[in-house]
């Protein structure tokens, strides 16, 4: 058995416990985080913390930007790989993330390996990637879905990253298909 002497929350197996006040809150918001998901408990979390006068209103940022350390950067990346079409900038992912531009760099680096917009980078080629793969489009088409700002932008981008154009990549892609799903033969 497991015992945290400063009472927090324990899990061993399917069995959580949480001794004292702070320990019984802790376990009661990790159910409801497992249950409901992140939005749900930090909703939770302002409501039960909510400040009782007026002028703590600023108490409202403080809660907000530690539940979004706390809960982590997972929404964020979650985000950045639903909107790879939006033009954004590393603003708007750190709004996103309620943080700074300097923390969401290093905490997103230590999360993920890459700063913020190479990973985005990373999301928009496996997009485009896809699309090459899975449809006729023209390049154009994938570019501004994808998100990127030209066409130019993701022939360069791609290029770096496959070594091929993306016109040869589906085409190199497709023979590869055929070679591997042959047609049969007709009698």
Same mark, same amino acid.
């Given at each position: 058995?497991?015992?945290?002497? *400063? ?5 061993? *197996? ?8 702070? *320990? *019984? ?18 909703? =939770? ?13 600023? $108490? ?7 539940? %979004? ?6 929404? =964020? ?5 639903? !909107?790879?079409?939006?033009?954004? =900038?590393?603003?708007?992912?750190? %709004?996103?993330? &309620?943080? !700074? ?39 154009? &088409? ?18 770096? %990253?496959?070594? %091929? ?10 023979? $590869?298909?055929? =070679? ?8």
């Amino acid at each position: 058995m497991v015992v945290d002497p *400063g009472g927090g929350l324990v899990a061993d *197996g399917p069995f959580l416990t949480g001794a004292g006040i702070h *320990g *019984g809150l802790d376990l009661v918001l990790a159910l409801i985080e497992r249950d409901h998901g992140p939005r749900v408990v930090a909703a =939770t979390i302002r409501h039960l913390l909510r400040p009782l006068f007026a002028e703590a209103s600023s $108490a409202h940022e403080e809660i907000d930007r530690g539940i %979004a350390e706390t809960a982590g950067l997972e929404p =964020t990346v979650r985000w950045l790989e639903a !909107n790879p079409h939006r033009p954004l =900038t590393l603003a708007d992912i750190a %709004a996103q993330a &309620r943080l !700074n531009v300097r923390s969401l760099n290093r905490r997103f680096r230590d999360h993920t390996g890459h700063s913020p917009l190479q990973y985005l980078l990373h999301v928009r080629l496996d997009w485009a990637r896809q699309l090459l793969e899975e449809t006729d489009e023209p390049v154009e &088409r994938i570019a501004e879905r994808a998100g990127f700002s030209s066409p130019e932008s993701l022939r360069l981008h791609f290029r770096r %990253a496959t070594g %091929a154009v993306p016109r040869a990549y589906r085409m190199a892609h497709r023979k $590869a298909r055929r =070679t591997e799903n042959p047609l049969p033969h007709q009698r």
